[in-house]
């Protein structure tokens, strides 16, 4: 099971730190992905990384990082803008990092950010 937290309301420019706790087994084996669903549109991912051995992944203002102690995935977010609004999900497969949601079979249930002024 995943479980993600740390959305919240936040102005343009401000930071979120978004968390995804497993429960239930290891990480370990697995490949770690952020998507983001913005309000009528489709789900898009953001981050992905091997949890095992992968280093931290950059991707512009997100970078998303691990935490083996905890079990768990992080999804730092910098600069926010409106435009980054939307139900965040963390997902899990056991192949390698894709942009594709169907190639992964593990989800949260999604945290909400919205960035507003």
């Known amino acids: 099971q995943l479980v993600e937290s740390g959305g919240g309301l936040v102005q343009p420019g401000g930071s979120l730190r978004l968390s995804c706790a497993a429960s239930?087994?290891?990480?370990?084996?697995?490949?770690m992905a952020w998507f983001r669903q913005a309000p009528g549109k489709e789900r898009e991912g953001v981050a992905c990384?091997?949890?095992?051995d992968g280093p931290d992944s950059v991707n512009g203002r997100f970078v998303i990082s691990r935490d083996k102690a905890k079990n768990a995935v992080f999804l730092q977010m910098d600069n926010l803008t409106p435009e980054d609004t939307g139900v965040y999900y963390c997902?899990?497969?056991?192949?390698?990092?894709?942009?594709?949601?169907?190639?992964?079979?593990?989800w949260g249930q999604g945290t909400q950010v919205i960035v507003f002024a």
């Open positions: 990384m091997k949890f095992s």
């Open positions: 997902a899990s497969t056991f192949g390698s990092c894709t942009t594709h949601e169907v190639d992964y079979g593990l």
């Open positions: 239930g087994g290891t990480l370990e084996r697995r490949t």
